[in-house]
């Protein structure tokens, strides 16, 4: 049984690039879900199977700081590992997100080498 | 503090063609900034970045009709025809990830920036003010679909 992926971020054009480099680093996800901030995000998580989820940081509603919060309450979802993919890079930041279960982060702007070489290791 | 002393003019020319090549798969030519004042815009799409913490301001990207439909098409690898949302949504993460970058520029000079999340305009003829008493720096770039600029309005806190 292949693996998914769930994709948050506000931009739908991101969402694309990111699958766009998902392809073109070679790795293969049988469904790729989207959600446009952490409440969708979290709604997903519920109803599918994710492997792993790549998340944006700054978004409206409910941001990635946030989402990764909320997801630490849910037994049910808390172990499902996420990847921060965002243009902030900050320690302070990264380091938030990091206590709060995230596995890693990919600054933007990226290339599928990048991607691959971070994300690779986590599948 | 002044411009010059944290290079904001080749923060912004490294930050934009870095996200450029690395994204759109563009090269770019940057023209010489205008600081203050003055610089014809010519500009079918706005999209415009809040930034806060120690550098308070606006960071825009403009573009006309033509060179954002250009650079949203290399972006997301198809055929772009009209003005609509998929090149709101690409501009504006392009401003994002202008403003990423140059938030790293600005770490090394010990600024903490904060950035809000994008919003992008489209019209024939409109006018974006504010922060009254703000410096700006204007960069003209020319991507192979014409000319765009990257536009920075700001204040320093503290």
């Known amino acids: 049984m292949g693996k998914n992926v769930l994709l948050v971020d506000d931009s739908s054009t991101m969402r694309k690039i990111i699958g766009r480099s998902l392809r073109q680093a070679g790795i293969e996800f049988d469904n790729i879900f989207e959600a446009g901030d952490g409440l969708e995000a979290l709604a997903v998580l519920e109803k599918e199977k994710v492997d792993i989820v790549l998340s944006d940081i700054n978004m409206p509603n409910m941001d990635g700081i946030s989402f990764l919060r909320e997801k630490a309450n849910r037994s049910n979802i808390k172990n499902i590992p996420v990847l921060m993919i965002s243009t902030e890079t900050g320690d302070d930041i990264i380091g938030e997100a990091k206590s709060l279960g995230a596995v890693g982060s990919i600054k933007k702007p990226f290339t599928p080498d990048k991607v691959n070489e971070i994300l690779g290791p986590l599948l | ?158």
């Not at chain 2, 938030?103 to 003010?129: C, N, R």
């Open chain 2, 1 to 158: 503090m002044k411009n010059d002393d944290f290079k904001l003019e080749q923060g912004i020319v490294t930050a934009t063609k870095d996200v450029f090549s690395t994204m759109v798969m563009m090269e770019l030519e940057d023209g010489c900034p205008v600081v203050g004042k003055g610089g014809e815009i010519q500009s079918n799409i706005s999209s415009m970045l809040g930034l806060g913490g120690d550098v308070r301001g606006i960071l825009a990207i403009h573009c006309p009709a033509d060179v954002a439909r250009g650079i949203t098409g290399a972006f997301i690898g198809m055929e772009v025809e009209a003005l609509n949302d998929d090149v709101k949504d690409a501009i504006g993460e392009l401003a994002n990830m202008i403003a990423g970058n140059l938030k790293i520029h600005l770490a090394a000079f010990d600024m903490d920036v904060k950035l809000a999340i994008p919003t992008s305009v489209i019209g024939e003829s409109y006018h974006a003010s504010g922060l009254f008493g703000a410096c700006r720096i204007a960069v003209p770039f020319v991507s192979t679909d014409g000319p765009f600029w990257i536009e920075l309005k700001y204040m320093l806190n503290g």
